[in-house]
């Protein structure tokens, strides 16, 4: 049935600030002023195009459409304008500057600067020139005249916005989804965007989910549509929005409507009508569609599959369109009739996901020019940024300034920890050996040369020499190949000439230093060759590892597990095409499956395959204790807020010196350096929570666990340094300058954090332990424990906790109340916890809310969500403690210099994964093991571990620690060769 206007309504329809065919205003009579309507862009006759040649005398469109723009980086998703000579067209992002954005004036296309990353799915114009442009991660884009800006919007990044229309600037409707499911509708009324409930009485699927929006569209403030997935039509009266049934379970793309004509679109479905019913007017034998409009006089055209663009005369059939483009793109994505009467397409490879291979298409009255888009620019050499030219500074020990290379590097690469642990630990027996073997009394290593230099100046030239053809020699070969690897070998190359030496020179015969470096490099590349880690084949599995369980699909509820005591793979695909597309590309690996194999620094021999250290038990979901473990982390989840007005000191007099294992220390009394109390450091708990999460997060581009207790240990040797006191080796050996300093610290520090990655990764391969994201999903879904004769009763569920975890009653969820989102969902498990990253992270914070425990998020990237490889037992535990033993055995003391290191995290400008923290706070640590500790307590408050994982990663980082120390004592004290 079709609408039925009122003379009101249509008075009313006359006024929308929307121009164009599509919009439902009625086409210009010839020689009108309105918009250039029917005259070109000369303002001649409109008889003309933009090029003032001659069209048909009709005015009628030519019978074939042209292909008036190819982008091949990029594919385009709308097209809407207010006249002919002034068209829209927006995209996916094709790394030339943001989402796509481009503006035809009628005499060319010009890109409008956008420096919001994420792809644009829909734009809209409005006649005052207010335009609207919409995408993933949340984002709505407004331009007033003065540009494009992005909205704040009640969204999160997971947020994809598909349709945009507004009946005028201050009255806008958006909608959309997230992968395919949970569609919103969002309004703004002239000053903020907020969600709008959506009926009670909304469509769920088969799978138990409610369904995604993707296009909304409307002739007039009381009449708006939204379509969805699941067959979803939903219709505005003004006052509230209604279901309105489809007859169909197919998902709908495009909903557009004009006049008393309401079209809506999906594959291989057309349908026309209004609130009174819908009917099927497919053109037979169509395929996928997914672009629709209607003019105002009733011509109608939908696009989509392969380039397919059928139309429609008032009156008349559907007619298949003459393709005269000579392209075939995946699909024509949006359509558009101007004001006079041409038709647009934009589309590309839409359909499966890959958003490349953009089409504009046009068909009028017009020469339209082309659309050119950029090109990414041509491969130059590479080149290091001047400020990791040598970043150490020529004030620094030499070995110091590789080690801070070699940092640089590893933030350029990809967070393999394993891996970099082992460079890392190598660089420094490269740098130990060739400045013992210009030493009176140290023992090289693997080295046997032993070079004697009377004078003390010569002797540390010598030994600067070797040290960086040793570790250029070294760096060079482990780093070339891997992620950022030609930007730190230029970094290399231009810090050895800021440093004063040649790179080109590969001398390996005599005792110069420089062959006395090189040799050494080449002498730990070739020991370590066949190492287990198997480097060759660039560290990949030679286990036989083969997942158990299928991947976790992070955009999708809930979790399919054939064993939930076995970690799972993550899919991290963000499933932003219209279709809810998940990419196997976002399949993680197993980072670091042979590293319990690897040849260690002091651990004695293996007990079992994989273990040089047995931690005795692994958590398994059968443990009584582990629903309170899952418990502790959803906790911790819940007070990832900074409106919480809870607070904590965190002073080491009040928070830290826990027993070995545990989180029961109550602070130390006094400072043990100046014997006097702590003052109190009292910080909102939401923001000491978050701050402390991401400062030991160490996840892509930082420098991972191993290199940031480098970073540690360097700051410690800075604070000792710039308090004037004497490094002693235990802090009772002999007093060491600087370089002698750096070579002992970083050969043992970095020994410890190599034999820490061996044993934590060899636990990890052992157990296979799970990570929270699999336990809180998977115990989520199965129910709750803690009562059989509540709802949802299962032995394997999760633990009630009011305010935590609890179940969505029919009470609960009713207006007003804190499950009233969540109402579908009668029966199933609601947690509080953290909504995820926000589409603009610098800028905005999401808070905790109400959420379904099969849908929960770590505290994390999107693009990261929890490490690649098995939970138990903690990396970062492991390193931290490991570190922290070693550290301490080296100065002599657990404490830092004058008894507190500190660290600042300014107010709104230090959190990366969401604005803040909301006020400044400061990190304090009495001594290194209190340090250690926060670095695994971050794990639990971060969401990517259980307690057992951190208490037993520190028990062994601490044996691992004292291993290390007491491995390099000999070297240090020349008792480790016997002549």
């Known amino acids: 049935m079709r609408l039925s206007l009122s003379p009101a309504v249509l008075l009313l329809l006359l006024s929308i600030p929307t121009l164009g065919g599509c919009a439902g205003d009625p086409k210009p009579e010839p020689g009108d002023d309105g918009g250039d309507g029917a005259d070109g862009a000369d303002g001649v006759d409109g008889a003309d195009g933009a090029d003032g040649t001659d069209t048909d005398d009709t005015g009628a469109p030519p019978t074939e459409w042209a292909a008036v723009g190819q982008a091949p980086l990029g594919a385009f998703m709308s097209v809407h304008g207010r006249a002919a000579d002034d068209v829209y067209v927006v995209g996916a992002n094709d790394g030339l500057g943001g989402g796509q954005i481009w503006r035809y004036d009628g005499a060319a296309w010009a890109r409008l600067p956008n420096t919001d990353p994420n792809d644009l799915w829909w734009v809209h114009a409005m006649a005052d020139g207010t335009t609207f442009a919409v995408g993933a991660g949340g984002t709505i884009l407004r331009d007033e005249g003065a540009g494009f800006v992005r909205m704040r919007t009640p969204g999160i990044a997971q947020d994809t916005l598909y349709g945009v229309w507004g009946a005028a600037p201050d009255d806008v409707w958006a909608v959309g989804g997230f992968a395919g499911r949970w569609g919103f509708l969002w309004h703004f009324d002239g000053t903020a965007w907020s969600a709008v409930p959506l009926p009670d009485d909304m469509p769920v699927t088969a799978e138990g989910e409610l369904p995604g929006l993707f296009k909304v569209w409307g002739t007039a403030a009381d009449d708006v549509w939204a379509v969805g997935t699941h067959g979803t039509a939903l219709h505005y009266d003004g006052a509230a929005w209604s279901v309105v049934p489809t007859g169909t379970e197919e998902l709908l793309f495009t909903v557009h409507a004009a006049g008393d004509q309401v079209l809506i679109v999906g594959p291989a479905t057309v349908l026309e009508g209004g609130v009174d019913g819908l009917v099927n007017v497919t053109p037979t034998g169509a395929g996928i569609l997914q ?78 020019a082309a659309l050119v888009p950029g090109t990414l620019p041509a491969p130059t050499d590479p080149v290091c940024p001047t400020a990791d030219i040598d970043p150490g500074g020529f004030d620094a020990s030499m070995a110091r300034r590789w080690n801070e290379l070699i940092l640089d590097t590893i933030r350029r690469d990809i967070p393999r920890p394993g891996v970099h642990a082992r460079n890392l630990h190598h660089l420094s027996l490269a740098m130990w050996d060739a400045w013992a073997t210009f030493d009176e009394l140290a023992d090289p290593v693997l080295s046997t040369e032993r070079l004697v230099i009377a004078d003390e100046a010569d002797r540390r030239a010598a030994q600067e020499t070797a040290i960086a053809y040793a570790a250029y ?193 109550a602070g130390h009394p006094v400072n043990g350096v100046t014997g006097e109390p702590y003052a109190p450091n009292v910080v909102k708990l939401g923001d000491f929570a978050r701050v402390l999460a991401e400062f030991w997060a160490d996840g892509p581009k930082s420098e991972t666990p191993p290199g940031h207790w480098n970073t540690l240990a360097n700051f410690a040797t800075d604070l ?61 879904q199965q129910g709750q424990r803690s009562n059989s004769s509540l709802p949802s009763y299962h032995p394997d569920g999760l633990l009630l906790e009011d305010g935590v975890v609890e179940v969505i009653t029919e009470e609960s969820a009713a207006p007003g109340e804190r499950h009233h989102h969540l109402r579908w969902f009668i029966g199933e498990i609601a947690v509080r916890s953290w909504r995820g990253e926000p589409g603009d992270r610098a800028n905005e914070t999401t808070g905790v809310v109400w959420m379904r425990a099969k849908e929960w998020f770590p505290y994390q990237r999107r693009t990261f969500v929890s490490p690649a490889f098995p939970g138990f037992t903690s990396g970062h535990s492991t390193f931290s403690r490991a570190a922290a033993e070693t550290l301490t055995l080296l100065f002599g003391s657990p404490w830092f210099n004058g008894g507190m290191a500190t660290y600042d995290a300014n107010a709104n400008a230090y959190l990366i994964f969401e604005d803040g923290p909301s006020e400044s706070i400061q990190l304090q640590w009495g001594t290194f093991q209190d340090a250690a500790d926060q670095a695994g307590q971050s794990r639990l408050w971060g969401g990517i571990h259980i307690w057992p994982d951190d208490s037993h990663g520190r028990q062994t980082g601490y044996q691992v620690g004292h291993l290390a120390f007491e491995h390099a004592l000999p070297y240090y004290e020349g008792t480790a060769r016997v002549e």
């Open 720 to 780: 000792h340094a710039d308090a004037g006191d004497e490094l002693r080796v235990g802090g009772d050996g002999p007093a060491l300058d600087r370089l002698a300093w750096d070579v002992s610290m970083y050969l043992s520090l970095n020994g410890a954090l190599h034999d820490a990655a061996v044993v934590a990764w060899g636990i990890k391969r052992e157990f296979l332990g799970p990570r929270p994201i699999t336990l809180i999903r998977w115990m989520g």
């Open 473 to 665: 020699t070294l760096l060079k070969h482990r780093y070339a190949s891997q992620v950022g690897g030609p930007t730190s070998v230029a970094c290399y190359d231009a810090s050895m000439e800021a440093m004063g030496f040649d790179p080109t020179r590969e001398d390996v015969d005599g005792d110069d230093p420089v062959a006395v470096g090189n040799r050494i490099g080449r002498l730990i590349i070739d020991h370590y060759a066949d190492d287990g880690a198997n480097e060759a084949a660039n560290y990949a599995d030679i286990t036989g590892w083969a997942p158990l369980n299928p991947p976790l699909v992070v955009d999708r509820p809930g979790v399919e597990v054939d064993d939930p005591n076995e970690w799972q793979i993550l899919n991290l695909a963000a499933a932003e095409t219209q279709n809810g597309i998940v990419l196997d590309s976002g399949l993680q690996g197993y980072i670091g499956s042979n590293w319990g194999l690897v040849e260690p620094w002091a651990l004695d021999e293996r007990v079992s395959d994989y273990l040089y250290i047995d931690p005795g038990t692994h958590p398994v979901v059968e443990d009584p204790e582990m629903a309170e473990w899952v418990l502790d982390v959803l906790r911790k989840h819940s007070k990832l807020d900074p409106t919480l007005p809870e607070t904590i000191d965190i002073s080491p007099g009040a928070y830290g010196n826990n027993p070995l294992g545990t989180n029961d220390g």
């Open 291 to 368: 672009g629709a409009c209607v003019d105002g006089d009733g011509t109608a055209i939908v696009t989509g599959q392969s380039g397919t663009v059928w139309s429609r005369a008032p009156g008349a059939d559907w007619e298949l369109d003459l393709n005269a483009t000579g392209l075939s793109p995946e699909s024509l994505h949006a359509a558009w009739i101007d004001p006079e009467g041409g038709r647009w397409a934009a589309g590309g490879g839409v359909l499966s996901g890959g958003l490349l291979d953009g089409v504009v298409q046009y068909r009028g009255p017009r020469a339209v």
